[in-house]
């Protein structure tokens, strides 16, 4: 085993130093500049265009959603770590392109010249976006296409380089081209350049316009890049060499040792995040007097070199968040309303040039606080405002609490708990619409929207079955219109509502009810009753109660709880086995296909026979009665062909199902068959009840058999366990069937 051991460490020895030759970790400067010279481009981003080419590096894809179609750029998924990894971002991709947009405008501007502030309340994910550029950052640095570098001052011992050192006069001659390869006992001392300067602004800013203007690029290269100069500490070691070498530049270069670095959160390189303490963001020390620095020539240590330090320097190449920056009092960052438009921070003893992204969370009670302050209208111009709302799709909220809680719960989760949580947490943040900023028909319809049927709107792009045809139609080509209606307001749609910092905790909290056996959507609604007691903490149970159940958290409890009932009846429906899933879905499509040839007056091939027929007029108007058809049933017939070519246009290129496009109808059918066999599937939630509370003693063997095919079904299809379908059939018991079956 020791033998064994002694092998794997020797192969990942060989590994780590293959990884190192091939990465170019160490290089001269000559080697550097044959580097740059192969893509001047890439080696000569400033941070915004590196981060920028961060996010194209990881590439975008189209998602649609019912209120638009927006981009999504995958660096958001962390697409380097594990499936559903902590810190994956949910939606918010328009808030994605917003900060895509403001890097964009920073490349074409020549540096970051704003602070990029993403405001919105607490818990909207603010700091999970920036978390994931971060990240994104750490593993692009990686990449042969991410490569960073940046050069540190070496001095080689008098017995390495004979005479290279003295500092008397200029040497004769030198075996060794560059000391950048030599190792720590061939050298006397290294200088750290601590704010990451630039390899090329070893070049001179007239020399280095004149090379670049020979290079051929794919684009102009910034300004940063084409301008920026040494730091201070740099500067006056390059002044001492070259006086030292009576102006031999290139003796001077021998110094120089060009290094690749990696971006890192936890060692604070290139990507860093400052809370809002009360500290000073950058300072400095005098490295001189250091002891251990000793070995210097006796020219440098006669120089005042002073080292920068804080969160501005380790940021320098990537990203430095502010987070709640709004927290800290204005004294605090003042300095930033100068620092972002000169791109430089003001020290004792120096000026240090900044180059990285800037970016900051603020809660909106802040940012109005803020707007009030009469130093904002000088610090608006220099801030770059993103607002990151709660999510408005329950689909969407459901999928945090399945990546960021259910994995801390140890317990089963029963099905439909978290989107229980889901659907109350994004009720609590829809706004009354209102209708005088819609005109025509539209007005109408919107304004009288429901709380639940918004919610759903959003989630599913479908709308409420109360409405006629023609409405429906209406409203989902207006949805995007909807959502967009609050965008101007101080109190937009999404600023107000439960946060899923505070829905975290209430699962957590189901998840440990001594009531339930599991995190039971049951036990969800009663945390959540017991949230809604807290009037006096929250600011969304504070809202005026208004028409159409909006901030009526009493009526979003009775409605979810009804929504869940009805999910379980349907459920047991399907579980009992007395209908087939298919059977009325294959139903719906044949009825579909003669309607279709009946509108066209034609006839249709029987698959048996392969005679052509005359469409089933029996079968459609059974449908039609299971659809509960009012008024003119030709013209209803009629409609349904003409809603089906209306959805192939908006879906070019998607096969035509009826189950898609006529969801409610298929529904609405289903309902209607199930309500037949309404008694035996209650007499089956009753057995179910008895198996699993009192193993089934009183059933005998069919009962039983039944009840056991009904719990297999609802595992195998819906992921209930035996304490979670015991919960389910016996609430169904009590409150929908109580009227159908004896205990």
């Given at each position: 085993?020791?033998?064994?051991?002694?092998?794997?460490?020797?192969?990942?020895?060989?590994?780590?130093?293959?990884?190192?030759?091939?990465?170019?970790?160490?290089?001269?400067?000559?080697?550097?500049?044959?580097?740059?010279?192969?893509?001047?481009?890439?080696?000569?981003?400033?941070?915004?265009?590196?981060?920028?080419?961060?996010?194209?590096?990881?590439?975008?894809?189209?998602?649609?959603?019912?209120?638009?179609?927006?981009t999504r750029w995958n660096l958001f998924d962390l697409p380097w770590e594990a499936k559903g990894s902590r810190g994956m971002v949910v939606s918010q991709e328009h808030v994605q392109e917003e900060i895509y947009r403001a890097l964009s405008n920073f490349v074409r501007e020549g540096r970051p010249n704003r602070l990029v502030l993403l405001h919105g309340p607490n818990g909207s994910a603010k700091s999970t976006l920036v978390g994931a550029i971060l990240r994104g950052l750490e593993d692009y640095a990686t990449k042969d296409e991410g490569a960073l570098y940046?050069?540190?001052?070496?001095?080689?011992?008098?017995?390495?380089?004979?005479?290279?050192?003295?500092?008397?006069?200029?040497?004769?001659?030198?075996?060794?081209?560059?000391?950048?390869?030599?190792?720590?006992?061939?050298?006397?001392?290294?200088?750290?350049?601590?704010?990451?300067?630039?390899?090329?602004?070893?070049?001179?800013?007239?020399?280095?316009?004149?090379?670049?203007?020979?290079?051929?690029?794919?684009?102009?290269?910034n300004d940063w890049i084409m301008r920026g100069e040494l730091s201070h500490k740099s500067q006056q070691i390059f002044e001492a060499l070259l006086a030292n070498y009576k102006g031999s530049y290139a003796d001077v270069l021998r110094h120089v040792q060009v290094e690749r670095y990696f971006i890192?959160?936890?060692?604070?390189?290139?990507?860093?995040?400052?809370?809002?303490?009360?500290?000073?963001?950058?300072?400095?020390?005098?490295?001189?007097?250091?002891?251990?620095?000793?070995?210097?020539?006796?020219?440098?240590?006669?120089?005042?070199?002073?080292?920068?330090?804080?969160e501005l320097i380790d940021a320098a190449g990537g990203v430095?968040?502010?987070?709640?920056?709004?927290?800290?009092?204005?004294?605090?960052?003042?300095?930033?309303?100068?620092?972002?438009?000169?791109?430089?921070?003001?020290?004792?003893q120096q000026n240090v040039q900044l180059n990285c992204v800037m970016m900051g969370s603020a809660n909106e009670l802040h940012l109005d606080a803020f707007r009030e302050h009469p130093e904002f209208p000088s610090f608006r111009g220099r801030l770059e405002p993103i607002r990151t709302p709660y999510l408005r799709s329950y689909a969407h909220e459901q999928s945090i609490y399945d990546s960021l809680v259910i994995p801390h719960v140890r317990r089963h989760v029963a099905p439909h708990a978290t989107r229980t949580a889901a659907m109350f947490a994004v009720l609590t943040r829809m706004r009354k619409p209102d209708k005088?900023?819609?005109?025509?028909?539209?007005?109408?319809?919107?304004?009288?929207?429901?709380?639940?049927?918004?919610?759903?709107?959003?989630?599913?792009?479908?709308?409420?079955?109360?409405?006629?045809?023609?409405?429906?139609?209406?409203?989902?080509?207006?949805?995007?219109?909807?959502?967009?209606?609050s965008d101007s307001y101080p109190v937009y749609e999404g600023r107000i509502g439960a946060s899923p910092r505070e829905m975290r905790v209430l699962l957590l909290d189901a998840a440990q009810s001594p009531a339930y056996e599991c995190l039971s959507p049951l036990a969800v609604l009663d945390e959540i009753e017991q949230l809604c007691e807290r009037t006096s903490e929250f600011e969304w149970l504070q809202q005026e109660k208004l028409p159409g159940g909006y901030h009526d958290v009493a009526l979003f409890q009775r409605e979810l709880l009804n929504k869940l009932l009805l999910t379980w009846e349907s459920e047991m429906y399907s579980a009992s086995g007395l209908v087939d899933e298919e059977r009325y879905a294959a139903l719906f499509e044949r009825y579909v296909q003669h309607?279709?040839?009946?509108?066209?007056?034609?006839?249709?091939?029987?698959?048996?026979?392969?005679?052509?027929?005359?469409?089933?007029?029996?079968?459609?108007?059974?449908?039609?009665?299971?659809?509960?058809?009012?008024?003119?049933?030709?013209?209803?017939?009629?409609?349904?062909?003409?809603?089906?070519?209306?959805?192939?246009?908006?879906?070019?290129?998607?096969?035509?199902?009826?189950?898609?496009?006529?969801?409610?109808?298929?529904a609405k059918m289903k309902e209607a068959i199930f309500a037949t066999r309404r008694g035996t599937v209650a007499e089956v939630t009753r057995d179910l009840v008895i198996l699993l509370r009192e193993e089934g003693r009183s059933l005998d063997p069919q009962r039983k058999k039944n009840a056991e095919d009904a719990l297999a079904r609802l595992k195998e299809r819906y992921g209930y366990a035996d304490s979670s379908a015991a919960d389910m059939a016996s609430v169904l018991l009590r409150k929908r069937f109580s009227d159908l079956v004896t205990s």
């Open positions: 085993m020791t033998a064994d051991i002694g092998k794997e460490i020797a192969k990942i020895a060989e590994g780590v130093e293959k990884r190192f030759q091939e990465g170019q970790r160490v290089l001269s400067f000559a080697e550097y500049l044959d580097v740059f010279s192969k893509d001047p481009v890439r080696y000569s981003r400033d941070a915004s265009r590196y981060v920028r080419d961060a996010f194209d590096h990881y590439g975008t894809r189209a998602v649609k959603y019912p209120w638009g179609t927006f940046n050069f540190n001052w070496v001095f080689p011992s008098n017995d390495t380089v004979k005479g290279a050192l003295g500092f008397a006069g200029r040497s004769g001659g030198h075996a060794v081209s560059s000391y950048a390869h030599l190792t720590d006992d061939q050298i006397d001392a290294k200088l750290i350049v601590e704010v990451r300067d630039h390899p090329l602004f070893l070049i001179p800013v007239r020399e280095r316009k004149r090379l670049f203007e020979n290079l051929e690029v794919s684009e102009p290269l890192s959160q936890r060692y604070r390189v290139g990507a860093v995040t400052i809370g809002p303490q009360m500290s000073v963001d950058a300072g400095e020390r005098q490295i001189t007097a250091d002891r251990s620095l000793g070995a210097l020539p006796a020219s440098l240590q006669a120089l005042s070199l002073y080292e920068a330090k804080g430095l968040e502010f987070s709640d920056l709004l927290k800290r009092p204005l004294d605090a960052f003042k300095y930033l309303q100068l620092s972002v438009e000169t791109g430089e921070v003001s020290l004792t005088e900023r819609f005109s025509g028909e539209i007005a109408k319809i919107v304004g009288e929207l429901s709380a639940l049927e918004k919610m759903e709107l959003y989630t599913t792009g479908i709308p409420p079955e109360r409405l006629d045809h023609d409405a429906k139609k209406h409203l989902i080509a207006h949805i995007e219109e909807v959502w967009n209606e309607v279709s040839v009946w509108v066209k007056k034609e006839r249709i091939r029987n698959k048996l026979t392969g005679e052509y027929e005359e469409p089933d007029e029996n079968m459609m108007r059974e449908v039609e009665g299971l659809l509960d058809v009012k008024g003119d049933k030709d013209e209803y017939r009629k409609q349904m062909i003409s809603n089906i070519a209306a959805w192939a246009i908006d879906h070019s290129g998607e096969k035509v199902e009826s189950t898609v496009v006529f969801p409610a109808a298929v």
